[in-house]
């Protein structure tokens, strides 16, 4: 057999345990499998399913307890200079130095890769060329967007060319465009310079492209092979149902308690529902008697395989990852153990074809930073129990406007009314009624998750029994009782969104803020949080959101798309899409709207 039909990566009985004062966490359970060359090979799982530590282990950045693992014929234990020195890892945190220049990062990095002066020029034109960074290579790099960092990130790991490339989860918190650019430079890179790559992802549209996936699920794989192949055993299970009269949100909810139901999604105005078998489930078919409900068959997706394959047996749609005791016994989706806004009898709470007063007024919003301006002019209005989303590409002034309605950023013009506050005259006021969850975890790392919980009880101004009664609720609705002692900065990463969340709920908020809260979790993870979202709209609390992940955005009952500092576009989901149709086209998702709009505008 010839070297370049040799496996580039292999792992045999690999194990990996880690231990933290008294905790002890399998990382990996005696994982083997091969990787084939020149080809792009996806690893998916859940949050804490290994995957970090496999791509570790690979690059001789670890020392199992157990097994072996080698890249490109080389033990990365006993070689893992060579390895080092052979392969390409770009971590989920790539470290720029964001006071040096895109330029200075990559002279950097070839020094440290040992790449000779002769060749630096060449192979720096071909990867500024490549990533399309080659205008932007005097800028700090603290000063590129994410999309563009990324992409820095990438070109740095690249200054030697590797046989083998390893990248942990390249394109979270990465907008669409620059999530569809980073792409073309994988495969440009695979099809022209016969490279292989092991990528994680939490994007299950992206796991579909890969030529494999691997799917690890605590420290054990399992599943291997083609994503179409996994695919096509969920055939005769995947539904589009409508309901007329009935709001999507609603619809979902419903469906998701019912018995038989592996999945619902909202997917545009259609639920998008895994069965468990076959057949639509009995269950189903007494609840959507008499609505005027249409069923139709679809093709399976990569993603419903995930989904029921990670699931427990024996678990509901509405629940895909147990939540303890207290809330099983009781909804996870029952909006009275989520919020106790007054209930006014003549004001919709769901949004869903219902008018509700208005909550946030922005008109001929201005902010600048020097002779920057980030936001040039916005205006719209948020109403209440409505799920409104703010997007953009990287560097659009979503994240400069959402910081301004949280009364964190002062704007320069303009009018800003958050909750009956002037945030010109009374910022603090709204802030009062205001919850934040901002992108990047914002507890303190140091401290305790119980000691978190009361840190932010006592900062909204909670004591006595209302505390009390406040914190048994974050700990039972989130689980978190059991980490009740363990320090936040060492949760797993969707119990820190977990926590996270119960913090900016602490106070019973009437507007909630959330900054990419889903980046980089996964699918199931995602679920959960949404039933959250979705209850608390029901009760009457409006979310304002920002995300780059586009079927996330189908939620949002309307959008606003930015570019540039100005509004591109606002609707509902349904209505942008329609305006990306084409003959062609007839039926375009959300992210390539989303694309077109931004390129349009380009």
Not at 134 to 162: I, Y
Request: with cysteine; glycine share 10%.
């Amino acid at each position: 057999m010839s070297d370049l039909a040799l496996p580039v990566l292999v792992a045999e009985s690999l194990t990996k345990t880690f231990v933290s004062g008294t905790q002890r966490s399998e990382a990996l359970k005696a994982v083997s499998f091969a990787i084939r060359p020149g080809a792009v090979t996806g690893l998916i799982g859940p949050d804490g399913a290994g995957k970090t530590t496999l791509m570790r282990l690979a690059a001789g950045l670890l020392v199992p307890d157990a097994g072996s693992v080698q890249a490109l014929g080389l033990d990365s234990t006993r070689d893992s200079l060579a390895v080092q020195a052979a392969l390409g890892y770009m971590p989920q945190r790539f470290g720029l130095y964001e006071d040096l220049s895109a330029q200075e990062n990559l002279d950097l990095y070839a020094d440290l890769q040992g790449v000779p002066k002769a060749v630096r020029s060449e192979r720096y034109a071909e990867l500024m060329h490549m990533t399309g960074l080659a205008p932007f290579v005097d800028r700090l790099a603290g000063r590129l967007s994410g999309g563009m960092k990324q992409k820095l990130g990438l070109a740095c790991t690249l200054v030697r060319p590797p046989r083998l490339l390893l990248l942990d989860e390249p394109t979270v918190g990465v907008d669409p465009v620059s999530r569809r650019e980073l792409w073309a430079i994988v495969d440009r890179l695979v099809g022209e310079e016969g490279m292989s790559v092991l990528l994680s992802t939490a994007y299950l549209d992206e796991a579909e492209r890969c030529s494999e996936v691997i799917v690890l699920h605590q420290g054990r794989i399992l599943d291997q092979g083609p994503p179409g192949a996994m695919s096509a055993r969920m055939a005769g299970r995947t539904w589009s149902i409508t309901a007329a009269g009935r709001g999507k949100r609603d619809l979902q909810m419903r469906l998701a308690r019912t018995h038989g139901v592996v999945d619902a999604l909202v997917q545009g105005e259609r639920i998008r529902l895994v069965s468990e078998g076959t057949q639509i489930p009995d269950a189903l078919g007494t609840l959507l008697a008499g609505e005027g409900a249409t069923i139709t068959p679809v093709p399976p997706r990569f993603e419903d395989y995930v989904i029921d394959l990670l699931r427990e047996p024996g678990a509901g749609a509405q629940d895909p990852i147990p939540v303890g005791a207290a809330a099983a016994a009781n909804s996870a989706v029952d909006p009275s153990r989520l919020t106790a806004l007054p209930q006014d009898p003549d004001v919709a709470r769901d949004a869903d074809g219902h008018e509700s007063p208005a909550v946030i007024h922005v008109r001929e919003l201005v902010r600048r930073f020097g002779d920057f301006q980030a936001v040039a002019g916005v205006s719209f209005e948020v109403r209440r129990g409505e799920i409104f989303g703010l997007l953009g590409a990287n560097g659009a002034g979503k994240s400069t406007t959402f910081r301004i309605l949280c009364g964190l950023l002062p704007a320069s013009a303009g009018h800003v009314e958050v909750a009956g506050h002037d945030l010109r005259h009374a910022a603090a006021s709204a802030r009062a009624r205001i919850g934040y969850m901002a992108q990047k975890f914002s507890q303190y790392g140091n401290l305790s998750v119980g000691q978190n919980l009361v840190f932010f009880a006592k900062a909204y101004g909670l004591d006595g029994e209302k505390r009390a009664e406040r914190l048994a609720w974050a700990e039972a609705e989130f689980d978190l009782a059991r980490y009740r002692e363990q320090l936040a900065g060492e949760l797993p990463l969707g119990y820190k969104q977990r926590l996270a969340m119960a913090c900016a709920l602490m106070h019973e908020p009437e507007i909630l803020f959330l900054d990419e809260p889903t980046s980089g979790v996964d699918p199931l993870a995602r679920r959960e949080f949404w039933q959250r979202i979705n209850a608390l709209a029901v009760a009457g609390v409006t979310v304002l959101v920002t995300t780059h992940f586009m079927e996330e955005a189908e939620y949002c009952d309307r959008l606003l798309i930015m570019a540039a500092g100005r509004i591109l576009t606002m609707g509902e989901p349904a209505a942008i899409k329609a305006g990306a149709r084409s003959p062609g086209h007839p039926d375009p998702s959300m992210e390539e709207a989303f694309i077109r709009q931004v390129e349009e505008a380009a």
